[in-house]
């Protein structure tokens, strides 16, 4: 379908862009609504309010309404607006005749029910001329009346049928220049007349916005201001959906004006600037106009010729502006010259008619006071590079822009785009048309937004419940993306209207002085009740976001295996690959926003190239967007582990063989070396051929009770359930288990084929061996253990008896060599874990430490030495353990030649 160019119209000076619907109001009330709200009333709104007009009572005018009459009284002669009214407008004429009729019957079938503006136009300007005759006559607006309807309607003065009059005049006729009637009938946001083609996309775009301080905001501040000076004309912004990019792209005219002393911002008001605000799509890649191409010959003849030559077949035409991109990459150096003036020239026409579709302005933009400056916002402006390159221009090049807008186009004194897009560097780089270096804005995750808008919303102290939010890790990462950050607070917002959360003391009589014991006295049930909330904000507000970015036309389980798919591509491909890994997919990730790219250019003529994938991201994309996280409400793991959980799982998923509804094979990249090699900081051997060998990951397991050896009821039928259920080489799922909290064994149990992977979680790795020791990883195997297992009948009446008796027997053998108790933590350890893989049927089992990511590389590095230099041979594995950092972005570099 072709874009939908739509204005709210004729709104106020000042009418925010709110929900137009107005409740009704009690009959007493009607009249007034409030002195304020009447002023401030939208086209609509006003519209709305008088259909309810009761005529018997005072009606008030707007201020638009006063404002037109003021101009129509003071011109000598109106023209005609359009040929023909538009269907809305015809609704509009429909709604306006019920009112009158309040005041005059008319028939059924009548005349003026068909009128053509030029007949309200005509009927205005006659009215003028017998007003000015003969001034001691009836008023100007009933005469204007009296020849439309061929009638004088009851009380002809009254103020009802005034302001029908005012919507008869605004629908038919012309009675300003350009920028007049974009000052006049334009919404005002921003600090700037706003013209769009997409009002729904402005609704999420509103709301509180939060000036950060941080290098993205303040490059985009220091452009506004006109400081950088190698893109004054064009800024691209580029990140991650949801970044914040076209928020902060609306807030220009504010940086603008902030960049000028106190005295000149005093002189500046919202009817100095205009803010174009247009959303693109695939469809303008069709854009073409005749009457444009025809005054660039010597580019018609060149694409008119490549055509016949070779692109017959593939394009019906060549008159495109998609074709002319084609064009550009098959000719001489000589002959694009005249194709990019040709592009310019395209470029000029398209914003020229969505400004036109968006103001119902037909005439000329030629205005004797223009705007001081008029930024054109591009939004998903790679869904057209053509569009790019060509406000990408040189300002000393013929085919520039700004140049082509003078003239009856000629509406600001100075003209500055912004493209925004989801697209990252890599993409905005290969659409560019400039020479030289190029650094785009790049939008990073922002961990002051969410602060900034809690402080704004419930003030310096949010509620004691709210505060405990960001304890649930996934929602602490989640926050970090802008408008995850925005929507979450708008639901907790929404939520305090109905719910007042409290918190009990628990907390604080836990932490008394009075406690002398080692345990809590009270439940912190409050405290996991606001953990839990956070968790459910998480569904709600990743459901929210996949329906608002460039992901909504894919199934949740699709855009969740792209995802995984893409972080294994990325952290396997070869260094070379690292550049263009997503070749090969279906759907770009790159486009949809979910990864980013930069390419930093080196002295040497290389470039560095880095593919992240932020926090936020991995919890959405591990949460299926909302549709598989509830985990993320469970109360029984501790927060970091669910969290690492999430990840574990998400890493898992890019092995899984089922992928968009077809069986992937699995390839030798699958190995349990070229995974742990991808994952994990620490360096292991290749000797590990063992297969990640599964079709997919079952939703994250939680343990009600404590897997480990002194539990023995519960481990008798946990060893049984994940027996029958997940064990075996050949079972089709992998999975993760949360432990229960403060087991003394692993936090989390993986497993995929015949590997079992053990992971503790931890906030640093400062006990690595301890750690280690408690999973049952050590210098050497357990010959005792190992025999007994391999001995023992799973399946048994009696297996809870016999793992009684030898931990019986192993704790009389270790308090007789007066072993210390770290040695009987390993016995626990070797037993459960010989246990699990038998169960499982499994051949090795990894041991995995998942810490959160430090701050500075040079704690990163101290941890990993730690773990690097503590080796273990237990289970089949003969390294040392997988260290993976989780709680930032997962990211790779590498150096390309270009």
């Not at 190995?671 to 000797?687: E, M, Q, R």
């Not at 169960?839 to 430490?849: E, R, T």
């Amino acid at each position: 379908m072709p874009e939908k160019v739509t204005m709210k119209r004729l709104r106020s000076l000042s009418a925010p862009v709110k929900n137009s619907k107005k409740k009704k109001a009690p009959p007493s009330e009607s009249p007034s609504k409030s002195a304020k709200g009447v002023q401030n009333e939208t086209f609509l709104e006003t519209l709305d309010r008088l259909g309810e007009a009761d005529v018997n009572r005072a009606f008030a005018l707007p201020r638009w309404a006063k404002s037109l009459l003021k101009t129509v009284k003071a011109k000598d002669e109106l023209v005609t607006k359009k040929e023909e009214f538009t269907g809305e407008d015809k609704e509009i004429i429909k709604r306006i005749f019920g009112v009158i009729q309040k005041f005059l019957e008319i028939s059924e079938g009548s005349p003026v029910f068909g009128l053509r503006p030029e007949q309200y136009t005509g009927a205005w300007n006659t009215a003028k001329k017998q007003h000015a005759e003969n001034k001691s006559g009836n008023p100007l607006i009933p005469t204007f009346l009296l020849n439309v309807l061929y009638a004088t309607p009851k009380d002809p003065t009254n103020r009802i049928l005034t302001c029908a009059a005012v919507f008869l005049l605004e629908l038919s006729c012309q009675m300003d220049d350009f920028c007049q009637h974009v000052r006049r009938t334009c919404i005002k946001k921003y600090g700037s007349c706003l013209i769009t083609n997409n009002k729904p996309e402005l609704k999420w775009l509103s709301g509180k916005f939060i000036v950060e301080k941080c290098d993205e905001i303040d490059s985009i501040r220091g452009w506004a201001g006109g400081k950088l000076t190698r893109t004054e004309v064009t800024l691209s912004i580029g990140g991650e959906s949801g970044s914040g990019k076209t928020r902060a792209a609306l807030q220009c005219v504010r940086f603008y004006r902030k960049s000028k002393t106190p005295q000149e911002r005093r002189t500046l008001s919202a009817d100095h600037f205009l803010i174009v605000y247009l959303k693109v799509n695939g469809e303008s890649n069709k854009h073409w106009n005749n009457a444009v191409a025809e005054k660039h010959e010597d580019a018609m003849k060149t694409m008119e010729r490549l055509w016949v030559e070779g692109w017959r077949g593939s394009y019906d035409t060549y008159k495109t502006a998609e074709f002319l991109e084609i064009c550009m990459r098959k000719v001489t150096e000589s002959e694009k010259h005249a194709l990019r003036s040709l592009r310019a020239a395209l470029c000029h026409h398209w914003i020229c008619r969505r400004i036109a579709e968006g103001t119902q302005f037909k005439s000329s933009f030629e205005s004797k006071n223009p705007f001081k400056v008029a930024f054109i916002v591009l939004d998903e402006v790679a869904a057209c590079p053509w569009l790019y390159k060509a406000v990408n221009g040189v300002s000393t090049d013929g085919e520039y822009v700004p140049a082509y807008f003078s003239g009856t186009t000629g509406f600001a004194r100075k003209y500055r785009f912004i493209c925004v897009s989801t697209a990252s560097d890599s993409i905005f780089r290969d659409m560019r048309s400039t020479p030289g270096a190029f650094e785009p804005v790049t939008m990073k995750p922002s961990p002051m937004l969410y602060e900034g808008l809690m402080t704004k919303t419930f003030g310096k102290s949010p509620l004691s419940v709210f505060a405990a939010l960001p304890k649930n890790d996934c929602f602490a990462k989640l926050v970090l993306n802008r408008r995850c950050a925005v929507m979450a607070v708008e639901v907790m917002e929404a939520l305090t209207f109905n719910v007042k959360p409290v918190l009990s003391a628990a907390d604080d009589m836990n932490n008394s002085h009075l406690n002398w014991t080692e345990h809590d006295l009270f439940s912190l049930t409050d405290a996991e009740g606001a953990y839990a909330l956070a968790g459910f904000l998480v569904c709600l507000v990743a459901a929210k976001y996949k329906y608002m970015n460039a992901a909504q036309n894919l199934d949740h389980d699709e855009a969740k295996a792209i995802v995984a798919k893409g972080i294994r591509a990325v952290l396997c491909c070869k260094e070379k690959r690292l550049g263009d890994v997503f070749s090969g997919f279906p759907v770009n990730p790159l486009k949809l926003g979910l990864f980013h790219t930069t390419f930093l250019p080196l002295e040497d003529g290389r470039q560095e190239v880095t593919i992240s994938f932020s926090a936020a991201q991995q919890v959405m994309a591990a949460t299926a967007y909302g549709s598989g996280a509830l985990f993320t409400t469970n109360i029984t793991g501790g927060a970091f582990e669910v969290f690492s959980a999430s990840i574990f799982s998400l890493y898992l998923s890019g092995y899984s063989t089922d992928c968009f509804g077809k069986t992937i094979k699995v390839a030798t990249r699958a190995s349990l070396s070229a995974f742990i090699h991808s994952v994990s900081a620490t360096k292991v051997g290749d000797k590990y051929e063992n297969i990640l060998k599964h079709s997919s990951v079952s939703g994250i397991l939680f343990a009600s009770h404590s897997i480990a050896t002194g539990e023995c009821e519960p481990l008798d039928s946990y060893l049984n359930v994940l027996a029958e259920f997940l064990g075996g080489e050949d079972n089709g799922q992998a999975f993760v288990l949360v432990n229960s909290r403060s087991s003394p064994y692993a936090d989390l149990i993986a497993k995929s084929g015949d590997i079992l992977f053990l992971i503790h979680c931890e906030e640093c790795a400062d006990t690595t061996t301890s750690d280690l020791a408690t999973m049952g990883f050590s210098s050497s195997d357990n010959s005792a253990v190992d025999t007994f297992v391999e001995s023992l009948d799973m399946k048994g009446s009696n297996l809870e008896e016999q793992l009684g008796d030898f931990m019986v027997k192993g704790t009389q053998r270790v308090t007789g060599n007066r072993t210390t108790m770290d040695s009987l933590r390993l016995l626990r350890g070797k037993l459960l874990t010989r246990l699990l893989m038998k169960a499982l049927a499994c051949n090795v089992a990894v041991p995995v430490l998942m810490c959160r990511e430090p701050k500075d590389d040079p704690k990163k590095r101290e941890w990993r030495e730690t773990v690097q230099n503590c080796r273990v041979q237990s289970f089949g594995w003969s390294d040392p353990a997988a260290l993976l950092f989780v709680g930032g972005s997962i990211e790779r570099s590498t150096i390309i030649s270009v």
